[in-house]
Structure formats: C-alpha cells, structure tokens
C-alpha cells in the first residue's frame, strides 16, 4: 500500500524553526511538494522538488525562509521552516508525484497522492 505520512508539525513563536518530515513507502516518487491550508481558505502551494534534488521550486511568501529537501535512501522528504510567521499557521501536506510528465508541480491535480496533514501554529 503506497501512502505517505507526515509529522513534525506543533507550536512555535514566531521567528523560530520546524522541520517537517513526510515518509514515503510502498512506490518511487518523481515529485515531491508542501501544501498548507489555514482554516477557511484553499489549499496552497508552498514548495517542491524534484527527481533531481537541486530541482526545487518555492512560493514567494516562503522564499528564502523555508527549504525543501529529500532522502532518497531514507524516501523522506523535508521541509525546513525557519522566521516563521503567524501568517504560516496552517495544516501542512505533503503531496506525492508518480509520473514525470511535470518536472516541478505546483497545482494540487498535479498530484497523485497526499498525506494526512500536521498541524503548525505560530504564535506572535
């Protein structure tokens, strides 16, 4: 069964540091992506990566705070939070591409599977 589980996620104040972890068994990934979702909005991008791990992608409001990496022996792929903000208050997914047809995804059909979700919460 192929299926993906996060976890890492809890409560910091701003301007501190998570790090998510998303562990992936049962299939090889091509891509792997972040997503968040606060309560009453969409789900939105935040980052991804590729087969190839120099190939990463992030949304501007993350750019240079967040980081996306991956263990390919391990089949976890990370996502290193640093400054953050309240704003950042959300539920993180990860999201899973089998096919390499979209070298980057950064829409949630480009997806084929996701995980359950954690829980960030920034406090001011």
């Known amino acids: 069964q192929v299926q993906l589980v996060e976890s890492g996620g809890g409560l910091v104040q701003a301007g501190g540091s998570l790090r998510l972890s998303c562990a992936v068994s049962g299939r090889s990934t091509y891509a792997m992506g972040w997503f968040r979702q606060a309560p009453g909005k969409e789900r939105e991008f935040v980052a991804t990566?590729?087969?190839?791990?120099?190939?990463?992608y992030y949304a501007d409001s993350v750019k240079g705070r967040f980081t996306i990496s991956r263990d390919d022996a391990k089949d976890t792929v990370y996502l290193q939070m640093n400054s953050l903000k309240p704003e950042d208050t959300a539920d993180y997914y990860c999201?899973?591409?089998?096919?390499?047809?979209?070298?980057?995804?950064?829409?949630?059909?480009?997806?084929?599977?996701w995980g359950q979700g954690t829980q960030v919460t920034v406090s001011s």
């Open positions: 990566i590729g087969w190839n791990a120099d190939n990463t």
């Open positions: 999201a899973a591409r089998f096919f390499s047809t979209v070298v980057l995804p950064t829409k949630t059909y480009e997806y084929d599977l």
